[in-house]
């Protein structure tokens, strides 16, 4: 059993069941994800909202319109990384705009970009492929 307080195994767990195709499963472990990070519960009411009107790609555009909103705050906003709702939305060029842009400021993050299957299909653009040929990760 997964420790519930160990909120990376959880963002891990949401992750694996979306790579597998069991979107349920995922949308139940990214809310309990959310949940234990503190997320207030009219966030979780909209994200639920989205979810059962407009499965995934509802959800994934209420993260983008909540971090949207609280750009510019220096605490983590909660759900998914930009990059890897623009990723899963289908926006390669928005995600690599992001991952470059993560690479430009130094980001730790940058070290994991090759190993996150989320961004397996940018593998096919040559931004990306350039990006990671110049961090040395292919």
């Known amino acids: ?9 959880l963002g891990l767990l949401w992750r694996s069941y979306y790579m597998k195709g069991d979107l349920e499963t995922a949308y139940k472990e990214f ?3 959310i949940e234990r990070g503190g997320t207030p519960l009219e966030v979780l009411v909209d994200y639920d909202t989205a979810y059962a009107s407009s499965g995934w790609p509802g959800v994934l555009r209420k993260n983008l319109e909540i ?4 750009e510019g705050l220096t605490s983590r906003s909660p759900g998914i990384s930009l990059t890897e709702a623009y990723a899963m ?6 995600a690599i705009d992001l991952l470059e ?7 730790f993050r940058r070290l994991t970009f090759y190993a996150n299957p989320i961004f397996d299909e940018l593998l096919e653009e040559p931004r990306y492929r ?9």
């Open 1 to 9: 059993d997964l420790d519930p307080n160990f909120r990376a195994g």
């Open 89 to 94: 939305l289908g926006d390669r060029q928005k």
């Open 130 to 138: 350039a990006l990671l040929k110049k961090l040395g990760l292919i």
């Open 101 to 107: 842009e993560s690479e430009k400021k130094g980001s």
């Open 31 to 33: 809310r309990t994800f």
């Open 67 to 70: 971090k949207e909103q609280m």
